[in-house]
């Protein structure tokens, strides 16, 4: 059976509306007991996680009936729905970036995706703790909310002359290796920036920095919202041979990636 999706610019409007639920729900648990807890595979999950999500899926369920959701805490209790080929389907993270809301530094993000023909056409970035949120469109551009304030459009940047600015993971990993592989490709990078969850490809998306390697582990819900925002702004992500990152892989796992402005290949 074929479900026919509202036009983008509804599902846009209505997804910010979705996951700004999901965030005061995450909030509402932040100022107290987290509930933290190890799943399967020794990873972190809160009592904010299952709530978010909660929220996140019976929203979407509500705005486009039958349309296959593939979410992270369904899939780690074993949920895990069948994809039609070419179908879309929507990819959530209720919450990324667990381990920085239990260090409460508040770098973590609600993120919600819709994929189209491998692609994300449509992505919300909300960052909780600040109040922030970036969108991305396939068509309609991207955009940035801060507080109450209006939605301001993003794009993403030439880099300055001098040279790069880089992003790298709060929790994984060091500066170490990508310099390497910064080294190895010609790229020079004059200033360096951490931060956690899916906000590394939004600070690209404004035109705060220019490039994101990610060499380890990363499923699909990890980075498609934050992908159809940066592609939005005029940037891309690609996998280490240049093809574009895409979705509804085998088991859901990522390659490595870069996420970069395109004037920073």
Known sequence: MTHALPPLDTLRETCTAIAQDAASEIMRIYAGDHG???KD???????????AEAVILAGLRKLTPGIVIIAEEEMAAGRVPSLDDGRPFWLVDPLDGTKEFIKRNGEFTVNIA???NGRPTLGIVL????DTLWRGAKG???DKREGKGAFTPIRTRTPPTEGLTACASRSHGTFNDLDIWFRNNDLTV???VQAGSSL???LIAEGKADIYPRFGPTMEWDTGAAQGVLEAA?????TVDGKPLLYGKPRFANPHFIARSLAAR
């Open 127 to 130: 960052a909780p703790a600040t």
């Open 234 to 238: 005029g940037g891309e992500v690609v």
């Open 200 to 202: 590394k490809f939004c």
């Open 140 to 142: 309609l551009g991207a």
């Open 114 to 116: 819709l994929v189209e």
């Open 36 to 38: 933290v807890r190890d």
């Open 190 to 192: 004059v200033d360096r």
């Open 41 to 51: 595979d020794k990873s972190p999950v809160t009592d904010a996680d299952h709530a």
